[in-house]
């Protein structure tokens, strides 16, 4: 197929790559590096605990050192345990710095940015914290080493914040501003020597230039970013902010009262929860970033939990102050003698009313604010549950009507299957029977009948074929032919992944039966591959061949039948579903099926879901905002035209994808 110019899928990876006597040398750099970092920080452990534990009268201490002395014996600390404390602290930031750039250096250290980013982490981390200081103290000889680390460390940080995520300088002139940074940074660093991490002028330069990098990052953002790129961004803030926000809580009751700096009790809770903590989150969530793993679950996070946490907060403050009301209601009637009774029945109330009133309050958000009409509890027990559970031929059960010698094939949320034989026409059939749990659940009976109805007036070699429909114990079910093979999710999992050619095959039957139901007005609404049936045929000339078989229209619509199922709580499958499904069932149309057939062939091709959330509400924003990705990054022999023709199906608005299943697939094979 030839890409039309101007719709050239893009690359995600715009920085460039290290292969050959470049890639080497990088790598054996970088790990001289850590040798050199580590090295360097395990010798300053010593040196920093013994400054800890001296006595600062026969030289002159840090401000670090001086909380370690300060105070000790009022809170019955003895100096050892409380140098150790904080020693420990500073050693797991650092090990969270060194593990991250570690882990991101040995998953993409051929990527020039990626690499870039791990020597940031490597030398910042190891030269942030006040060991370093002491070592110099007691061992001046290695300040020329801490300064080259700290230069590295610094500078990379100041390039970091002109260049990320793309690699390049934007505005191009912005490279003058990152040099100027460098050179004063690296004159702090000369002249502040061992003590530039108390030097105001260190952080006044940082400062400014953070401020001037900043600036640079909200310029890139607005302008220039591709919606990837902005993903990475916020991630990259998010740590930022927590670093920022966290840091400031621990620093106000200093302000507020400067005794309390002089407490090490103060510092032994600030450091962890308004120090340590936030330090480790900036590298982990450029991590995350960097790797592009679950990115945007970064809008979940920030967005969703943001407008949850506000409104969590304010119901809280409501019921508070309801709290206090029902209280003095209950005084009343049980007399103030029962002031414990009248509290636990206003606080028992109280508490029975808040959860659920919150839930109804983010089921208002997610509706009014977001435009998402899913049930979550029901997505949430649908994304956790098993498509369908094999069980060993032989599990002989009973009889349905005239069908025997049933076994259970599988079991859905939607009903169990049997595998049974028809004595009249001697041939085994597959039986659908409403699970026990739904007995007497008319929308269940319903939707069963309509799969009938549906499936009847269906007659096309690639759609499973209805023989009968029947009641056994009350309990509806229907009888179709028995497809002798095994769904594409089980071949999926057997094998990993399939070839082009071979998908291909397959997917022409399944578009086949799509087009031929949209003719017919019936839209399948859960294109999946566990209702893809696929068995083995005989062709003409005693060759082998397959038949793929779409099953399961238990929550189709169908416009040729005049009325329409009303469905409640979730309707098609989370990894698969179409963006206007989650917006509302009601304007679904055939293009929601060309939706989940791209996710599904963007599976097969690659062994993987294009969006991969652990969290629902994850995975929901996933397919309303999350731009397709190129199924090339997984699968490198893909032809381009397939996988732009993969991401034309999977276009977030129905206006932008192929108009019919057919279209799709000759696209695919072009």
Same mark, same amino acid.
């Given at each position: 197929?030839?890409?039309?110019?101007?719709?050239?899928?893009?690359?995600?990876?715009?920085?460039? #790559? /290290?292969?050959?006597?470049? +890639?080497? %040398?990088?790598?054996? $750099? &970088?790990? @001289? !590096?850590? =040798?050199?970092?580590?090295?360097?920080?395990?010798?300053?452990?010593?040196?920093?605990?013994?400054?800890?534990?001296?006595?600062?009268?026969?030289?002159?201490?840090?401000?670090?050192?001086?909380?370690?002395?300060?105070?000790?014996?009022?809170?019955?600390?003895?100096?050892?345990?409380?140098?150790?404390?904080?020693?420990?602290?500073?050693?797991?930031?650092?090990?969270?710095?060194?593990?991250?750039?570690?882990?991101?250096?040995?998953?993409?250290?051929?990527?020039?940015?990626?690499?870039?980013?791990?020597?940031?982490?490597?030398?910042?981390?190891?030269?942030?914290?006040?060991?370093?200081?002491?070592?110099?103290?007691?061992?001046? #000889? /290695?300040?020329?080493?801490? +300064?080259? %680390?700290?230069?590295? $460390? &610094?500078? @990379? !940080?100041? =390039?970091?914040?002109?260049?990320?995520?793309?690699?390049?300088?934007?505005?191009?002139?912005?490279?003058?501003?990152?040099?100027?940074?460098?050179?004063?940074?690296?004159?702090?660093?000369?002249?502040?020597?061992?003590?530039?991490?108390?030097?105001?002028?260190?952080?006044?330069?940082?400062?400014?230039?953070?401020?001037?990098?900043?600036?640079?990052?909200?310029?890139?953002?607005?302008?220039?970013?591709?919606?990837?790129?902005?993903?990475?961004?916020?991630?990259?803030?998010?740590?930022?902010?927590?670093?920022?926000?966290?840091?400031?809580?621990?620093?106000?009751?200093?302000?507020?009262?400067?005794?309390?700096?002089?407490?090490?009790?103060?510092?032994?809770?600030?450091?962890? %929860?308004?120090?340590?903590?936030?330090?480790?989150?900036?590298?982990?969530?450029?991590?995350?970033?960097?790797?592009?793993?679950?990115?945007?679950?970064?809008?979940?996070?920030?967005?969703?939990?943001?407008?949850?946490?506000?409104?969590?907060?304010?119901?809280?403050?409501?019921?508070?102050?309801?709290?206090?009301?029902?209280?003095?209601?209950?005084?009343?009637?049980?007399?103030?003698?029962?002031?414990?009774?009248?509290?636990?029945?206003?606080?028992?109330?109280?508490?029975?009313?808040?959860?659920?009133?919150?839930?109804?309050?983010?089921?208002?958000?997610?509706?009014?604010?977001?435009?998402?009409?899913?049930?979550?509890?029901?997505?949430?027990?649908?994304?956790?549950?098993?498509?369908?559970?094999?069980?060993?031929?032989?599990?002989?059960?009973?009889?349905?009507?005239?069908?025997?010698?049933?076994?259970?094939?599988?079991?859905?949320?939607?009903?169990?299957?049997?595998?049974?034989?028809?004595?009249?026409?001697?041939?085994?059939?597959?039986?659908?029977?409403?699970?026990?749990?739904?007995?007497?659940?008319?929308?269940?009976?319903?939707?069963?009948?309509?799969?009938?109805?549906?499936?009847?007036?269906?007659?096309?070699?690639?759609?499973?074929?209805?023989?009968?429909?029947?009641?056994?114990?009350?309990?509806?079910?229907?009888?179709?032919?028995?497809?002798?093979?095994?769904?594409?999710?089980?071949?999926?999992?057997?094998?990993?992944?399939?070839?082009?050619?071979?998908?291909?095959?397959?997917?022409?039957?399944?578009?086949?039966?799509?087009?031929?139901?949209?003719?017919?007005?019936?839209?399948?609404?859960?294109?999946?591959?566990?209702?893809?049936?696929?068995?083995?045929?005989?062709?003409?000339?005693?060759?082998?061949?397959?038949?793929?078989?779409?099953?399961?229209?238990?929550?189709?619509?169908?416009?040729?039948?005049?009325?329409?199922?009303?469905?409640?709580?979730?309707?098609?499958?989370?990894?698969?579903?179409?963006?206007?499904?989650?917006?509302?069932?009601?304007?679904?149309?055939?293009?929601?099926?060309?939706?989940?057939?791209?996710?599904?062939?963007?599976?097969?091709?690659?062994?993987?879901?294009?969006?991969?959330?652990?969290?629902?509400?994850?995975?929901?924003?996933?397919?309303?905002?999350?731009?397709?990705?190129?199924?090339?990054?997984?699968?490198?022999?893909?032809?381009?035209?397939?996988?732009?023709?993969?991401?034309?199906?999977?276009?977030?608005?129905?206006?932008?994808?192929?108009?019919?299943?057919?279209?799709?697939?000759?696209?695919?094979?072009?």
């Amino acid at each position: 197929m030839k890409v039309p110019e101007g719709e050239r899928i893009p690359k995600t990876d715009t920085t460039g #790559r /290290l292969n050959g006597f470049w +890639l080497v %040398l990088a790598r054996s $750099g &970088w790990i @001289a !590096l850590l =040798i050199l970092a580590v090295w360097l920080y395990l010798a300053a452990v010593p040196a920093h605990f013994r400054a800890l534990t001296s006595d600062c009268d026969s030289r002159p201490c840090t401000p670090f050192e001086l909380q370690a002395a300060v105070g000790v014996q009022s809170i019955g600390l003895t100096g050892s345990f409380v140098a150790w404390y904080f020693i420990a602290i500073d050693t797991l930031v650092t090990a969270v710095f060194l593990a991250t750039a570690v882990l991101i250096f040995w998953r993409r250290s051929d990527n020039r940015m990626v690499l870039f980013t791990a020597t940031m982490l490597l030398a910042i981390g190891a030269t942030f914290g006040p060991e370093i200081s002491s070592l110099i103290v007691l061992q001046p #000889r /290695l300040l020329p080493l801490l +300064l080259l %680390l700290q230069a590295i $460390g &610094w500078g @990379a !940080l100041v =390039i970091f914040l002109f260049v990320f995520p793309s690699g390049r300088f934007v505005p191009e002139w912005s490279k003058w501003l990152a040099g100027a940074s460098i050179l004063a940074l690296i004159w702090v660093l000369i002249d502040s020597g061992s003590k530039v991490y108390f030097s105001r002028s260190f952080f006044a330069v940082l400062g400014l230039t953070m401020t001037l990098g900043s600036s640079a990052q909200i310029y890139r953002f607005r302008r220039v970013a591709t919606p990837a790129q902005r993903q990475q961004t916020k991630w990259v803030s998010l740590g930022f902010v927590s670093l920022l926000g966290l840091t400031s809580i621990g620093i106000i009751p200093g302000l507020l009262s400067p005794a309390v700096m002089q407490s090490v009790l103060f510092h032994m809770i600030r450091v962890p %929860l308004f120090a340590a903590l936030p330090l480790s989150m900036l590298p982990l969530t450029l991590a995350r970033s960097m790797l592009r793993h679950r990115l945007w679950d970064v809008d979940f996070i920030i967005n969703r939990s943001l407008v949850y946490g506000i409104v969590s907060l304010l119901l809280a403050g409501v019921f508070l102050g309801a709290f206090f009301g029902l209280h003095t209601l209950t005084a009343l009637v049980f007399g103030e003698e029962q002031d414990f009774l009248s509290a636990a029945v206003s606080a028992g109330a109280i508490v029975a009313l808040f959860g659920p009133t919150r839930n109804m309050l983010r089921h208002t958000i997610d509706q009014r604010l977001y435009g998402i009409k899913l049930d979550y509890e029901e997505a949430a027990k649908a994304y956790s549950r098993p498509e369908r559970v094999y069980f060993p031929t032989g599990n002989l059960t009973t009889t349905i009507g005239n069908y025997s010698e049933l076994t259970l094939l599988g079991r859905g949320g939607m009903g169990e299957i049997y595998l049974g034989y028809d004595p009249r026409l001697e041939r085994k059939v597959a039986i659908k029977l409403l699970p026990s749990h739904t007995a007497g659940n008319e929308d269940a009976e319903r939707r069963l009948k309509r799969e009938a109805q549906t499936v009847a007036g269906l007659k096309h070699p690639n759609i499973v074929t209805l023989h009968e429909i029947g009641e056994h114990a009350g309990q509806p079910y229907i009888v179709m032919e028995y497809i002798d093979g095994m769904d594409l999710s089980r071949l999926l999992r057997e094998r990993g992944r399939l070839p082009l050619e071979e998908a291909l095959s397959l997917l022409e039957d399944v578009a086949s039966a799509l087009d031929y139901a949209h003719q017919s007005g019936v839209i399948h609404r859960d294109i999946k591959p566990s209702n893809v049936m696929v068995e083995k045929v005989t062709a003409s000339g005693g060759g082998q061949n397959t038949r793929a078989v779409l099953m399961d229209f238990g929550v189709a619509k169908s416009y040729a039948a005049g009325t329409r199922l009303t469905q409640s709580g979730m309707i098609g499958t989370l990894d698969y579903i179409a963006p206007e499904q989650i917006q509302g069932a009601a304007g679904v149309d055939a293009r929601a099926d060309i939706y989940a057939l791209g996710v599904m062939t963007f599976q097969l091709l690659t062994g993987r879901l294009p969006f991969e959330h652990n969290n629902p509400g994850a995975m929901v924003m996933a397919h309303l905002m999350q731009p397709q990705p190129d199924p090339r990054e997984l699968a490198p022999n893909l032809p381009e035209g397939a996988a732009l023709a993969i991401q034309r199906a999977m276009e977030k608005q129905p206006d932008g994808r192929f108009t019919t299943a057919g279209e799709f697939i000759t696209a695919m094979g072009d």
